[in-house]
């Protein structure tokens, strides 16, 4: 079975404090996600990357960094923490066999809290 | 810009009581469209992959068709552990979408013994 895992269930931080989500697949997958999860917007993609060292913005990546050092693991990085970034940070990866992308396995998620 | 609608926001059945939950999409070249299971306070729960139209796939009592527009989720006599939250995801061709998934905002399912 696919194992996601992420660094903490929950969290509390100070605004302006420096955050890292972390989040380790067990799977070998080539591709690996951030999402966010907030009441009535649902899933939105924050960043992503398809190989070590390589990412890409997703659809909300202001005020987000992340780092990809090493295939399993996958760090989202809250510069700044702001009280509007509270919220639910799901990781999730994937498999890539030769363009063709496959269904994304999701971790357990981290319910930040800003204050 | 992709898009995905998913309908009702929210359901509530009787324990034995069959439906349907409705996800309709548009997307530039459908690569997959994806179902999943998400339960309070947890990261979601893959179920089904559907590449085609005309295509279907069965797990339990859930059971997931496709068309050019649209999918269903069929339930088929639930049970109130089928009680979660169900959302659907497209996944478009190539390009700088390359991997990246479109969900909808989920349909809340409850089922009452």
């Known amino acids: 079975d696919v194992k996601v895992t992420q660094s903490s269930r929950y969290l509390v931080k100070r605004t302006g404090e420096k955050v890292f989500l972390e989040c380790v697949q067990d799977?070998?997958?080539?591709?690996m996600f951030w999402y966010r999860q907030d009441p009535g917007l649902g899933l939105r993609l924050i960043y992503f990357?398809?190989?070590?060292?390589?990412?890409e913005k997703g659809d909300i990546p202001e005020g987000y960094s992340v780092s990809r050092e090493k295939k399993e693991r996958f760090s989202l990085i809250l510069e700044s923490a702001s009280t509007n970034q509270t919220s639910m940070y799901l990781c999730?990866?994937?498999?890539?066999?030769?363009?063709?992308?496959?269904?994304?396995?999701f971790g357990p998620g981290t319910r930040l809290t800003v204050t | 810009e992709d898009q995905v609608t998913q309908s009702p926001e929210a359901l509530r059945l009787q324990e034995g009581e069959s439906s349907s939950l409705n996800c309709s999409y548009t997307v530039s070249g459908l690569r997959g469209l994806f179902w999943y299971r998400q339960d309070p306070g947890k990261g979601p729960e893959f179920l089904f992959t559907?590449?085609?139209a005309g295509e279907e796939k069965e797990k339990e009592r859930l059971k997931a068709t496709l068309t050019k527009k649209e999918s269903f989720l069929h339930i088929t006599a639930p049970k109130p552990e089928d009680s979660a939250t169900y959302l659907c995801?497209?996944?478009?061709?190539?390009?700088?979408?390359?991997?990246?998934?479109?969900f909808g905002q989920g349909t809340i399912l409850t089922v009452h013994p």
């Open positions: 999730a990866s994937s498999r890539s066999v030769d363009r063709a992308t496959y269904e994304q396995y």
């Open positions: 799977m070998d997958h080539e591709n």
């Open positions: 559907l590449y085609s």
């Open positions: 995801a497209v996944q478009a061709r190539g390009g700088t979408s390359y991997g990246k998934l479109t």
């Open positions: 990357s398809y190989d070590v060292k390589m990412k």
